[in-house]
Structures are given as structure tokens and as C-alpha cells.
């Protein structure tokens, strides 16, 4: 895209996302820093500050922080969540019972299994949080090692409709209609009001934004597709 308008979405996304990155690579430092091989829910706590931090620098772009352990980390819990929702810290409680209905397999989930696989960090959505919020949400994680052992993932969530107000700026001043969308085509955030976060767009053209799987395109060149 020729419109240096545009160059200034990118980079204003690019600055929101290394943001929330770097708090969570404070809140992995602690996660490895409290490792042991006998490691416990209890010994938990001393990754809450770094958390509690994350969630306190950003009150108004993140609903959620935390980590997620693998299953067989912990020496008293075969799963955990270590996770705390915004404004006021607010633990995160969901059924991990896999026996049960309403068992949440969080190692199922891409923001959990991508960064299991490759080892790298990974941007998922927007999607509908039927986990936790039922709304449209965007997840950041990156995974927590220990000699090459994959503890799990700290991430930190957020919604949607905010991480698009963020854009807001700089999208309305784009010339043309405009849409950052992930690589299913799903509307992350536009500058259309017929283009809501998470409608669908085919993904033909548009440029790719470095280190994300997003790209922004023209929607003049587009047709609607859900």
C-alpha cells in the first residue's frame, strides 16, 4: 500500500504488541526463576507480582495474564491455570476435571499448542472466548522452558473491540477503507463500520505485518465473505 497512513497502522500495532510481549517476558523470567522439579500450585505465588505488574501497567488494553502450565509440571495438580483477569486481579477458576462436561482442555487450544510446537511465540484471533468471557478476544503467548523441557505458555488477553478503539487513531486517518485481518481473514480491526472485528474477509493481496500472522489489506478490492 502506497498510503504512508497506512504504514502507521503497522506500526502502531507492531508497538501495542511488543508492549504486552515484554511484560509477559517479565511474568516468564519469574516462571523460570521459581522452577524446581518438585514444583507446586504453591510455589505459584511468587509469579503473582509479575502478573498482578502486567495487568497494572496496562489496565485499560489487557482483560487477562498469566501461565499455563503443561500437564505433568506440577507435583499437586495434573493441569493448572495460573491466570488472573483485569480490573482487579480476579483468579480465573475453570473445571480442569477431564471427566467432566464442562473440562476445559486448554492444551487444545491453538495459543497453547503453537507455542508447544514451535518453541516460538504466537498471536491468536480474534476468536470467542467460550472459556472464560464469551466475547471476541485476541491471545498473546510465549512459551517457558527449562533445559529445553516446555513448562507451558504465559500469555495475556485481549478483547477485541479495545485493541481495535487502540487503531482507531490511526485507521480513520487512513484515505481508503482499510483491514488488519489474521490469516483466516478474520477482521482483527478496520476503519469500516461494515467490516466488524471478527466478520470475515477473503485473504487476496494486502501487506504482511513482520513477526505477526496478520496482514493489512484494501476492503475496496475485497467482496464479504461471512
Do not use: K
Not at 18 to 41: G, N
Not at 51 to 73: E, K, M, N, W
Amino acid at each position: 500500500m502506497a498510503d504512508p497512513r497506512v504504514d502507521r497502522v503497522a506500526d502502531r500495532v507492531h508497538t501495542i504488541i511488543e508492549d504486552i510481549f515484554s511484560s509477559l517476558e517479565e511474568i516468564r523470567v519469574a516462571a523460570v526463576a521459581c522452577y524446581r522439579p518438585e514444583l507446586s500450585t504453591s510455589d505459584l505465588v511468587a509469579i503473582r507480582p509479575q502478573i498482578f505488574g502486567c495487568l497494572s501497567r496496562s489496565p485499560d488494553v489487557l482483560a487477562g495474564a498469566g501461565l499455563i502450565l503443561a500437564p505433568g509440571v506440577l507435583a499437586d495438580r495434573p493441569r493448572w491455570l495460573e491466570w488472573w483477569q483485569a480490573p482487579d486481579p480476579t483468579f480465573l477458576d475453570v473445571d480442569l476435571n477431564p471427566d467432566s462436561l464442562d473440562f476445559y482442555d486448554y492444551t487444545a487450544a491453538e495459543w497453547f499448542a503453537v507455542p508447544e510446537r514451535t518453541r516460538r511465540r504466537h498471536v491468536v484471533g480474534p476468536y470467542v472466548d467460550y472459556g472464560g468471557t464469551d466475547t471476541y478476544m485476541l491471545t498473546l503467548t510465549t512459551p517457558v522452558e527449562v533445559e529445553r523441557r516446555f513448562l507451558g505458555v504465559v500469555g495475556a488477553d485481549v478483547r477485541a473491540a479495545r485493541f481495535e478503539e487502540l487503531l482507531l487513531g490511526v485507521l480513520s486517518a487512513c484515505s481508503a477503507e482499510v483491514a488488519l485481518v489474521n490469516a483466516e481473514g478474520r477482521v482483527v480491526a478496520a476503519n469500516s463500520p461494515r467490516r466488524p472485528s471478527g466478520s470475515l474477509l477473503p485473504v487476496t493481496g494486502g501487506d504482511p505485518l513482520p513477526s505477526l500472522p496478520w496482514r493489512l489489506m484494501s476492503i475496496e478490492t475485497t467482496t464479504h465473505a461471512g
